[in-house]
């Protein structure tokens, strides 16, 4: 079993930045991929960023070039660091992880708020 708990989000302006953490728990997290995923009012959940247990990296096009996902297997955290946000950017960011045998977790989820 994993426990994932994200935290950073908040409300910022367009233009802003923050830095979402997720902190996992109960299982080895350097075998696992890792991704941030956002959902919008009224949409559906969407892929923004991936990082394999070998940190491998893909994006979404909508992000490219604004947001870096990296992880530290030490303390056992995937972050994303979210530039240049916009409002497009307002979601519930949601943290999975994922490995092919052991199964597929997802933490509670973490408002970003993009407003002026």
């Known amino acids: 079993q994993v426990r994932l708990v994200e935290s950073g989000g908040g409300l910022v302006q367009p233009g802003g930045s923050l830095r979402l953490s997720c902190a996992s728990s109960?299982?080895?997290?350097?075998?696992?991929?890792m991704g941030w995923y956002r959902q919008a009012p009224g949409k559906q959940r969407e892929l923004v960023a991936r990082i394999t247990s070998g940190s491998r990296t893909n994006y979404a096009d909508s992000v490219k070039g604004r947001f870096t996902i990296s992880r530290d297997n030490a303390k056992n955290t995937v972050y994303l660091q979210m530039n240049s946000l916009k409002p497009e950017d307002t979601a519930v960011y949601y943290c999975?992880?994922?490995?092919?045998?052991?199964?597929?977790?997802w933490g509670q989820g973490t408002q970003v708020t993009v407003s002026s």
């Open positions: 109960g299982s080895i997290f350097s075998l696992y991929d």
């Open positions: 999975n992880a994922a490995h092919a045998k052991a199964g597929d977790y």
